[in-house]
């Protein structure tokens, strides 16, 4: 079993940025795959950002590309997501996700999930 922990979120400008973590913790040798969904109020689901174990692979949504950074430190078990120039679209409930398999790409099922960080961006 692997745990995921986030944390990072709260209230910021417009413009503004926030840098999101989150902790993984148990059976780390199944976070092979990691990455950042959210879900703003009455919309579904959405994929953010993924990384793979090397780092040497990441992915953006297009909504984010250019503002987000994901990153990964693999001897803290911990992935980031700095958030820059920030907009009210950005509001959600941001959740780390994780997995040992690396078939599917990064926007698919994920067998570990976080609790969610929330994330408010005011006008």
């Known amino acids: 079993q692997v745990q995921l922990v986030e944390s990072g979120g709260g209230l910021v400008q417009v413009g503004g940025s926030l840098r999101l973590s989150c902790a993984a913790s148990g059976r780390t040798s199944s976070t092979n795959v990691m990455a950042w969904f959210r879900q703003a109020p009455g919309k579904e689901r959405e994929f953010v950002s993924g990384?793979?174990?090397?780092?040497?692979?990441?992915v953006y949504a297009d909504s984010v590309k250019g503002r987000f950074a994901i990153s990964r430190d693999n001897a803290k078990n911990t992935v980031y997501l700095q958030m820059n120039s920030l907009k009210p679209e950005d509001t959600a409930v941001y959740y780390c996700?994780?997995?040992?398999?690396?078939?599917?790409?990064?926007?698919?099922?994920?067998?570990?999930w976080g609790q969610g960080t929330h994330v408010t961006v005011s006008s």
């Open positions: 990384i793979y174990r090397s780092g040497g692979s990441t």
């Open positions: 996700a994780a997995d040992s398999d690396y078939r599917g790409g990064y926007n698919r099922e994920y067998r570990y």
